[in-house]
């Protein structure tokens, strides 16, 4: 199973991956209040977060119904350390990555999750909280809202964090 995932994961894009069982999930209140410091804006306002996608409990409760998580990445360069303009655009081209991946995945599993980086992204303004999502079987939640920390993640998987200078990577995760 976990090679065939490799493959597709490879197929979608994806630059690097690895497996971590549910029950070494580390689910962190310290992680999650970083989302209701707005430190990507979208805390309250969206789908994909907090307090939308539930309790820090409930949150776990959800990935531990599941065995198995395939942490992955994207990985983008940079023209420079303050290159917001490519920040930006590799956020998008990772969320592409991760709709790439369901393709490839979709009809391996009968029940299965997946993550992607901050907020949603997928409509210019989110019907939450006031009607349901538009979309959500192409809306992931973020990974840093259930308080996974995707440095530990990546030690985890034994993936890298960092993939050098002028590079940003992204993070998403597959649970199945």
Known sequence: MENI?????AAAGIFECGTVKTTQLNFREDIRN???GESCGQYGRCWACPPAV????ECKERCLRYENMLVFTGKYDMDGPFDFAGWKTSMKDFKKLV???DE???DMFSDYMLFWNEGCGICKECTYPDSE???PDKMHHALEGYGLWVSELASLAGIKYNNGENTVTYFGALLY
Do not use: S
């Open 34 to 36: 970083i989302c209701a």
């Open 54 to 57: 539930g309790t820090l409990e």
């Open 133 to 135: 999502c538009r979309f």
């Open 99 to 101: 709709w790439r991946f």
């Open 104 to 106: 490839e995945i979709k």
């Open 5 to 9: 995932l490799r493959e597709k994961a």
